[in-house]
């Protein structure tokens, strides 16, 4: 029996949780966890993917992202040729950034492709794949997993930011 189109979600998010909380938080992966209501409810954080601990404990001051995710999607392939979806998904997080969580991630899985993320904050030391003007707002695209295989505090140096120097 295949498996349900909100499983699928479900599962997308915990697996993308997992991963950018070892990548952010040095290899503890229960510090950020998918938001209990999906991000439709806003507790302390929005988004799909929130922290579970208080991230003080990491030296955190703030946490700046706000995550959406979206898998699956086969009439929505990866070409950007037509953003008309992408464009909606874009709008529908900067709809909800706040003061406090003020960049959006925002990371797509087409059906069968590796997952990529989309934001408007250029990464260092690393290329973006391609760059999408949304309402005058460039949004670059990169490869997710080849992030992961960086280390995120030379990859984002946000002065959105506040956290003390990694341990």
């Given at each position: 029996m295949?498996?349900?189109s909100?499983?699928?979600?479900n599962?997308f ?15 503890d992966?229960?510090?950020?966890g998918?938001?209990?209501t999906?991000?439709a409810?806003?507790v ?5 993917i929130?922290?579970?601990?208080p991230?003080?404990n ?16 086969t009439q929505h392939?990866?070409?950007f ?7 909606k ?16 991630w ?11 993320l ?11 794949e391609?760059?999408?003007?949304i ?13 992961l ?15 003390n120097?990694?341990?």
């Amino acid at each position: 029996m295949p498996i349900k189109s909100k499983q699928k979600g479900n599962n997308f998010e915990n697996l993308i949780a997992k991963k950018l909380s070892k990548w952010i938080f040095w290899n503890d992966q229960h510090v950020l966890g998918r938001h209990p209501t999906s991000g439709a409810k806003k507790v302390a954080y929005v988004g799909d993917i929130i922290p579970q601990k208080p991230l003080y404990n990491y030296g955190w001051l703030n946490f700046p992202l706000h995550f959406e995710l979206k898998t699956g999607y086969t009439q929505h392939e990866a070409t950007f040729n037509k953003q008309t979806q992408v464009k909606k998904w874009i709008l529908k997080g900067e709809s909800e950034l706040t003061t406090e969580q003020s960049i959006l991630w925002l990371i797509i899985r087409f059906k069968n492709k590796t997952p990529l993320l989309l934001t408007s904050h250029i990464l260092t030391n690393v290329n973006w794949e391609l760059a999408l003007n949304i309402n005058e707002t460039i949004y670059y695209i990169y490869t997710f997993y080849k992030l992961l295989k960086l280390n995120f505090y030379d990859v984002v140096l946000y002065s959105e930011f506040k956290y003390n120097t990694t341990p």
